[in-house]
């Protein structure tokens, strides 16, 4: 039997897991993912599914499927395509279109359908010959364009599954309107924003573990020798990735965390964003690297590009984003740009850091009148004018600390296309209400959270309300509840 998770009506999960007919039955939320798959000549593909389909028998459909328990919807879209399509693509691959919210009766009568439907278009140069069909799912396929799969839908074609769904003329309008603009290039800041949007939550969790701040149930496991400690940091890290990665987008391990512990150190960094983005999150490595010439260029190499090794070039990390320092000007930032574009990454560069003594630097005034962080920020803008994205943002991007409100106000309007990695929530004193300076329409930001998440087991908020060996699930709740203040601040903008 399939299982799945019960979400409640705001898509957080219940904690409760089901047989895929008991939500039907007792019409409880889940996820599904719908894949809308659209060949060169911007046709359509609708799949006849089985006679022997409980629901929708030898109805014309679209790819679609149930999310399983402790599945991400990226994961289960490229399941079901490789499953009932034989159609085997990357979850990079898949183009987000949205989350439809659907409270209803099955067209069919068949059970109720309250779901969260997450809405992926895959573009593919396959022809129906060429697609495997699993024959219990899938018994015929046809292309059809979308003006004549609209006609079919406005004569109440009832060969449709979909005919009586309440959001079918919605996807093909959000169709419609990717491929009137499917030219622009689909870069790493797009894909945050797409994982972004898909959880609903501008946040970061960083992982920057130190022993003194673990669990007493981890550190009793471990012994306090540098190879067993990093054992049980990773245990700690993947627990804390394990309890989010349905809710917060993305991981920013800070590499002193793992460099102080040596190679098992760098080991354990390794592994965790291995992990985190085997779980489909996005990693964000805060290295802040900066330097010049090959020397830069041997950094970017290393965590975001490939190094040649003997006759062939191998990728050690393959981090999607990093932090530079532009302190050396485009001689230290340029390597770093020129593989954001060759291996499709992002940089967020540091324009204003979020510690006290920023502006001992940051904050001096130049001859022309502007601040050095303004100076930066204008810098910025002129180095990610080749690599922005869909969404009006570039893959060269910025930090802003959250806890200057005055100046992220400033910087958004210096650098409307940059999207900001802010630190400084919580622990540092950084407030939603400012951090939503930030933003527009939305989007704008992603928020990093470090201690007031890894430690949120310890924090005065959750310490009564869960045991030392449910530090996960107080993290887990210190997210969602950092999410939801987060956006109801960005909503108010």
């Given at each position: ?208 573990p130190r022993y003194e701040m673990l669990p007493e149930c981890i550190k ?274």
């Amino acid at each position: 039997m399939e299982y799945i998770d019960v979400v409640d009506e705001n898509n957080n999960f219940t904690g409760e897991v089901v047989g895929k007919n008991i939500v039907h039955e007792k019409g409880l939320f889940y996820r599904e993912v719908i894949g809308i798959i659209v060949n060169n000549k911007n046709e359509i593909l609708l799949q006849k599914r089985s006679p022997n389909k409980k629901t929708y028998p030898n109805k014309w459909e679209l790819c679609y499927g149930h999310v399983s328990s402790g599945e991400m919807p990226r994961k289960a879209m490229t399941r079901e395509l490789a499953e009932e399509n034989g159609l085997k693509v990357s979850e990079n691959d898949l183009i987000f279109l949205g989350i439809e919210k659907t409270a209803e009766v099955n067209g069919d009568n068949s059970g109720f359908h309250n779901v969260f439907s997450y809405i992926y278009l895959i573009k593919t140069n396959n022809k129906i010959d060429d697609y495997k069909f699993q024959t219990d799912e899938v018994v015929d396929a046809i292309y059809t364009t979308i003006d004549k799969l609209e006609e079919r839908l406005l004569n109440k074609d009832e060969s449709l599954g979909f005919l009586n769904s309440s959001n079918v003329e919605k996807r093909l309008d959000l169709v419609k309107k990717f491929l009137s603009g499917s030219n622009k290039m689909k870069n790493a800041i797009d894909i945050l924003i797409d994982r972004i949007k898909e959880t609903d939550n501008p946040t970061v969790m960083g992982l920057d573990p130190r022993y003194e701040m673990l669990p007493e149930c981890i550190k009793a496991k471990y012994g306090t020798d540098v190879k067993s400690v990093c054992e049980g940091i990773l245990e700690y890290n993947k627990a804390l990735i394990d309890s989010t990665y349905d809710i917060i987008p993305a991981v920013k391990p800070q590499i002193a965390f793992y460099e102080m512990f040596g190679v098992e150190g760098i080991k354990c960094f390794k592994e965790t964003c291995r992990y985190a983005k085997q779980k489909g999150m996005i990693v964000i490595a805060d290295i802040k690297r900066g330097d010049i010439g090959t020397t830069a260029a041997g950094y970017s190499n290393a965590y975001l590009g490939k190094t040649l090794v003997g006759e062939k070039e191998e990728s050690f990390y393959d981090i999607d984003w990093v932090t530079v320092n532009p302190y050396l000007g485009i001689d230290g930032v340029k390597p770093f740009i020129e593989d954001c574009k060759k291996y499709n990454k992002g940089i967020f560069i540091l324009v204003k850091t979020s510690n006290k003594s920023s502006g001992e630097l940051q904050d001096l005034k130049l001859e022309e009148g502007k601040t050095v962080y303004e100076k930066v920020a204008e810098l910025v803008n002129s180095w990610g004018e080749e690599l922005i994205g869909e969404y009006g943002y570039s893959s060269v991007s910025s930090v802003v600390g959250a806890t200057y409100p005055v100046q992220i106000k400033n910087l958004r309007q210096i650098m409307p296309k940059s999207y900001f990695l802010i630190p400084g929530y919580g622990a540092q004193g950084g407030k939603a209400e400012d951090i939503a300076l930030g933003f527009k329409d939305g989007l704008g930001g992603i928020v990093n959270a470090s201690r007031s998440l890894m430690c949120a087991f310890k924090s005065d908020r959750w310490k009564d309300k869960f045991k030392d060996e449910e530090y996960a699930k107080a993290t887990r709740f210190e997210a969602i509840r950092m999410r939801d203040e987060l956006n109801q601040s960005i909503k108010n903008i």
